[in-house]
């Protein structure tokens, strides 16, 4: 089971996530428990790791710990009745934090802060929180100990900020933890783990997720169940459809398509080792645990909805490269696409005209600039006229198994954006047909979702 930040944002919501492991522990269930940071700190921790490197304020640092701290006291007030591992919970605290202020104020001095920096900065949110969820578990009487991910086995590659694990730790994980949940609840921490060094890596925002899953799967656990401020994985993000409903069940490849495609209730990699190892994944909500949420499966019944979700992705940028000695040019995709991986450039999305004449595609927006300076410098002009971009933009997906071999499904889409006027700029459809995904302009595309989910009947 895997608590998000906003599942622990405060002592109230911790009091409730561990009479809730309480009472499914009592139910006879074992379970290991994974934790993300409580609600808003890792973000903090980014903001105050950037700062210290830019103004170097020591006094702002010692203001920010003390914030911390007493964050943390609170909740532990709040949710750990019995005075001895309240006292033992603070003592853990109070280290981690001195750690952590020492080394911010490094980074004062030092006035850098390197990718390894900012995964040891941010660990700290998760670090905090594990001994406070596992205190606040064992005040309810139940056996609890708290792990980092690297103590619990998860051993990573060291790409800082979006690190993968080893095969191994399947092996190191199912060891370390099978033992422990026949007789604890252990309270992991979620976000992080360790490279073979010992040296602190994480697998990228909202990577909770992803552990719970690595976990689930090294345990072989019976299912992976992920407690969110949401009702399951919706039909479009509830923020921007208010009557957007929860999905009651979806397939492993849809849960994939939409993540991938900025469904932000799902880290984009958590589907893989569920997938590996045939496990199904449950999203519920902490606040209303009776209502059954969202089941993903990999046997998925047929179902008559053909599309089951609108998303939307912000903060990317499209790139439309142009050229007449483009067409008929044998290995140009090559070149292009070759030259944009040396520079380390994620595509998300790829057009091409079919008279050849022009290439567009879709990249995160932090990765614009060095693709168009690695595209300028690389390419050939004489294949190459022009390298045009487009910041003001969104991709918007519509995700659905049922719509294989549907037809009119495409029709739809874009005469219903026709009819009220909203301007596509770019079209992808993958040939599995699970998912058809276009650009629009930023100001428009909420719009766009809002429509596709009236169309579909997506909402209540
Ligand atoms: N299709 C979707 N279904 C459900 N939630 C979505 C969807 N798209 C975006 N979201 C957002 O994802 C968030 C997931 O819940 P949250 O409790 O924040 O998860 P966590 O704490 O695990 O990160 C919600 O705030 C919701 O607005
Ligand atoms: N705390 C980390 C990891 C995480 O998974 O958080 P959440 O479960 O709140 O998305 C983050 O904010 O990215």
Not at 201 to 218: C, P, Q, V, Y
Not at 334 to 358: C, K, P, W, Y
């Given at each position: 089971m895997k608590f998000g930040?906003?599942s622990?944002?405060?002592?109230?919501?911790?009091?409730?996530?561990?009479?809730?492991?309480?009472?499914?522990?009592?139910?006879?269930?074992?379970?290991?428990?994974v934790?993300?940071?409580?609600?808003?700190?890792?973000?903090?921790?980014?903001?105050?790791?950037?700062?210290?490197?830019?103004?170097?304020?020591?006094?702002?640092?010692?203001?920010?710990?003390?914030?911390?701290?007493?964050?943390?006291?609170?909740?532990?007030?709040?949710?750990?009745?019995?005075?001895?591992?309240?006292?033992?919970?603070?003592?853990?605290?109070?280290?981690?934090?001195?750690?952590?202020?020492?080394?911010?104020?490094?980074?004062?001095?030092?006035?850098?802060?390197?990718?390894?920096?900012?995964?040891?900065?941010?660990?700290?949110?998760?670090?905090?929180?594990?001994?406070?969820?596992?205190?606040?578990?064992?005040?309810?009487?139940?056996?609890?100990?708290?792990?980092?991910?690297?103590?619990?086995?998860?051993?990573?590659?060291?790409?800082?900020?979006?690190?993968?694990?080893?095969?191994?730790?399947?092996?190191?994980?199912?060891?370390?933890?099978?033992?422990?949940?026949?007789?604890?609840?252990?309270?992991?921490?979620g976000?992080?783990?360790?490279?073979?060094?010992?040296?602190?890596?994480?697998?990228?925002?909202s990577?909770s997720d992803f552990?719970a899953s690595?976990?689930g799967?090294?345990?072989?656990?019976?299912e992976i169940w992920l407690w969110k401020?949401v009702?399951g994985i919706?039909?479009?993000?509830?923020?921007?459809?208010?009557?957007?409903?929860?999905?009651?069940?979806?397939?492993?490849?849809?849960?994939?398509?939409?993540?991938?495609?900025?469904?932000?209730v799902l880290h984009?990699?958590t589907?893989?080792?569920a997938?590996?190892?045939?496990?199904?994944v449950r999203v519920k909500n902490t606040?209303?645990?009776?209502?059954?949420g969202t089941?993903i499966?990999?046997?998925?019944?047929?179902?008559?909805?053909?599309?089951?979700?609108?998303?939307?992705?912000?903060?990317?940028?499209?790139?439309?490269?142009?050229?007449?000695?483009?067409?008929?040019?044998?290995?140009?995709?090559?070149?292009?696409?070759?030259?944009?991986?040396?520079?380390?450039?994620?595509?998300?999305?790829?057009?091409?005209?079919?008279?050849?004449?022009?290439?567009?595609?879709?990249?995160?927006?932090?990765?614009?600039?060095?693709?168009?300076?690695?595209?300028?410098?690389?390419?050939?002009?004489?294949?190459?006229?022009?390298?045009?971009?487009?910041?003001?933009?969104?991709?918007?997906?519509?995700?659905?198994?049922?719509?294989?071999?549907?037809?009119?499904?495409?029709?739809?889409?874009?005469?219903?954006?026709?009819?009220?006027?909203?301007?596509?700029?770019?079209?992808?459809?993958?040939?599995?047909?699970?998912?058809?995904?276009?650009?629009?302009?930023?100001?428009?595309?909420?719009?766009?979702?809002?429509?596709?989910?009236?169309?579909?009947?997506?909402?209540?």
């Amino acid at each position: 089971m895997k608590f998000g930040g906003t599942s622990i944002e405060n002592g109230e919501k911790i009091r409730h996530v561990a009479e809730l492991l309480k009472d499914y522990r009592e139910q006879g269930h074992e379970i290991v428990a994974v934790t993300s940071a409580l609600g808003g700190v890792t973000d903090g921790l980014m903001e105050i790791g950037i700062d210290a490197s830019h103004k170097g304020k020591v006094s702002r640092v010692k203001e920010f710990m003390a914030d911390l701290a007493k964050k943390h006291y609170d909740a532990i007030e709040i949710t750990i009745d019995d005075a001895r591992i309240a006292d033992e919970t603070i003592r853990t605290i109070d280290a981690l934090i001195d750690e952590l202020e020492k080394a911010l104020i490094g980074i004062c001095y030092l006035g850098e802060l390197s990718p390894r920096s900012i995964d040891y900065i941010s660990s700290y949110g998760e670090r905090l929180a594990a001994p406070v969820v596992s205190g606040a578990v064992q005040s309810q009487g139940i056996n609890s100990c708290s792990f980092t991910g690297g103590e619990a086995g998860i051993v990573t590659n060291s790409e800082y900020g979006c690190a993968r694990p080893f095969e191994k730790t399947y092996e190191n994980v199912g060891y370390i933890l099978k033992r422990v949940v026949a007789t604890h609840v252990p309270i992991v921490t979620g976000f992080i783990a360790e490279n073979e060094e010992g040296i602190i890596t994480t697998l990228g925002r909202s990577g909770s997720d992803f552990t719970a899953s690595i976990i689930g799967a090294a345990i072989e656990a019976d299912e992976i169940w992920l407690w969110k401020e949401v009702h399951g994985i919706m039909t479009s993000d509830p923020r921007i459809v208010p009557d957007a409903r929860p999905i009651p069940q979806i397939s492993y490849i849809e849960a994939m398509e939409l993540s991938y495609f900025g469904a932000k209730v799902l880290h984009p990699r958590t589907i893989e080792p569920a997938i590996k190892h045939g496990i199904p994944v449950r999203v519920k909500n902490t606040f209303d645990p009776e209502f059954e949420g969202t089941l993903i499966v990999s046997d998925q019944r047929l179902r008559k909805d053909v599309v089951k979700a609108v998303t939307l992705i912000r903060s990317v940028a499209a790139i439309n490269i142009s050229g007449a000695g483009m067409v008929g040019a044998i290995g140009t995709a090559a070149r292009v696409f070759s030259t944009l991986a040396n520079a380390g450039v994620n595509i998300i999305m790829i057009s091409q005209s079919s008279s050849e004449a022009n290439m567009s595609f879709v990249v995160d927006e932090a990765h614009l600039e060095d693709a168009v300076a690695a595209l300028k410098s690389e390419m050939n002009r004489d294949v190459i006229g022009e390298v045009a971009c487009d910041r003001d933009i969104c991709v918007v997906a519509v995700v659905g198994a049922g719509m294989d071999g549907i037809p009119g499904v495409a029709g739809r889409v874009f005469s219903s954006l026709g009819r009220e006027k909203i301007n596509v700029i770019m079209i992808s459809q993958g040939s599995s047909q699970h998912n058809i995904s276009f650009v629009v302009s930023s100001d428009e595309a909420e719009e766009a979702v809002r429509l596709l989910n009236h169309e579909f009947e997506l909402g209540n």
